[in-house]
């Protein structure tokens, strides 16, 4: 069945206004150079989500366009901006008016793209394919609907350069598989097929290239063989076992004297906590005698004091002031009792009885108290020799145990903590040999695994490879449409009186036009013969899908400009009715709705009675109001500065 795909009206909106194109069975542009006809096709395939050139007079003064299209059985409205907010395309159903969503018009983000809505549309699968059909890999492309609509619209740029974009590397690989998927030449089984087969290609080219490196270097590292290393391993082992085996006897040795010697410890503690019981009572001691002896000599100085007192006063007392020893003045006019001191008239004491008597009596007890302490720091002293000589006593029992313990280590323990030490030596070093072997080792267990893994993708691919054949055999009958498809392309060609006909087809493998021998990149030089060989081919395609119910390509083509490089001479217009008649023929067949869009700078004679026309021109350009600046000041899509062709 051929997709229904047809555009029912575009309308684009200004700052000041709505425009409308409908467009009703063939239906063309027509009017001079740069009055607007490229721009309305490529605002169409703007709007659909492609990337369109969009000239300056669009940028500047058109807001967005919407597009009423049929798609399948849905009737849908879709909008997109022009300027600003361009990477999604809000869609609606055109009977209701509701909103179906906005969408993105590039795949990804995981949300669903305008692509996908599209495909559904139109009951085609969204389908990844392989990046490359030479060589096989997991390098994907995912298929979208401008893939499909590469089919429908003849670009005006392309039209005499490449046919569905052959010519670029990335979209030439989506470009067969789209005819395969149009034509039925290929399914969803054998596309997953051709998946799997390059995701092993690229496992295997990875596998291969690992063991190949894995190897290389077990080669130059000069290791054992698998063999070789599993004998040195299981001797490491032995020499590993042995040492731990020794290590293990000399630490249970240890921990055996290390028994025995508690006992001794435990009198050392004992000693030491008797010592230092000692040590603390000396200095308590030492303490005591230090406090008697400054109490000895406090009362020392106490009597020596008061003896000073007495013979001053002694000696003092005969001697009659006369001048005042502290201001030297005359204290002779001076009358004092008798009972007083004539220096400070106080009452003299230098004389009483009673202060005499009360200066021996503390010269009495100063010197008993002395006597007392003096007989106590005797008694402190000798506490403290026999403190003194408890604690070196101790001393020297906690030390002679001690040294009986140093004696033990020196004799038992010590020795065998060097023969610990070298055993563990000998363990660590066994052990980092092994785990040197072990590490070679592994290179050969990923090595053996890396073989194992090629043998298994090697037998996978097999088995793919055989259901891409059986694949294929249950497609083969298929591919006899592109023959039927070549046959018609031929018949189209002759129809046209394609310039130094003297042959035409389809390639049965890459599915371009070939004629008189020559793929279309070495056609003529000049571009009418590639515009119309690129027709023709577009016109077979269509032609064959038209009555058929197993192929996918849309009802739909748009063609910008069929009469590219072509002439105006007599015959040049005599191609041009023949081309025309063959769009009418397209119209005619029997309950078929094909649509033709076409951009074209003016009507043959024969066309006014079929072609439905939107004339543009300078007074009347297709964004009507903005003025237009005349041919020569306007941005043309397609063409190159120095052909001006309409």
Known sequence: MTTHLQIRELVITTRTGEYSYPFHGITAFVGPVGAGKSTMLELIKHVLGGSATLTQVIE???????????AGERRLVLQRATQGRMNTVDVYEAASGELVGTFPVREGGGRDSLSSLLLSALGLPVLTIPRSRTRAGSATSSLTFNDIYSYVYLQQAEIDRSVVYHLENYREPKRRASFEIMFGLTDSELIDLELRRGEIADALRAARERAATVKTFLQEASVGDERELSIERQRLEEEAGSARQQLSILRNEVEELSAADDALREEIRLADKEAEAAREAVDAASSAVARRSALVAQLQLDIARQDRLAVAARQLSPIEFHICPRCLQSLDNREVQTDLCRVCLQPDATTSEATVAERDEAIRQLESQLSEAEQLLEVDRAQLSRLAGQARGLDMIANGLRTELDMRTRDFVSPRFESIAQ???????AEAKLEAVDRV?????????LEAQIVALNEEGQRVAEGIEAARDRLAGRRQRVSELSDLFDEIVQFLEVPWYQSARID??????????????????????KTLVNLAYHLSLLTYSLPRFDTYLPDLLIVDSPRKNIGAAAEDRALTERIYRRFRMLS?????RVQVIIADNDLPRIATKFVNEIHVDYDNPSVPEVAHPGPDAVERIGVKSTDREG
């Not at 055993?423 to 070093?429: E, K, L």
């Not at 049965?508 to 013969?529: C, K, M, S, W």
Request: avoid cysteine; hydrophobic fraction near 40%.
């Open 60 to 70: 500047e003064n058109v807001l967005r366009a919407r597009l009423h299209i049929e």
């Open 423 to 429: 055993a563990s030596a000998s363990v660590a070093s």
């Open 441 to 449: 080792s592994s290179y050969w267990i990923q090595f053996r695994e």
């Open 508 to 529: 049965q493998e890459t599915y371009l036009p070939i004629v008189n021998g020559r793929p279309f990149d070495r056609l003529a030089v000049a571009g009418g013969v």
């Open 588 to 592: 005619d067949m029997p309950n078929r």
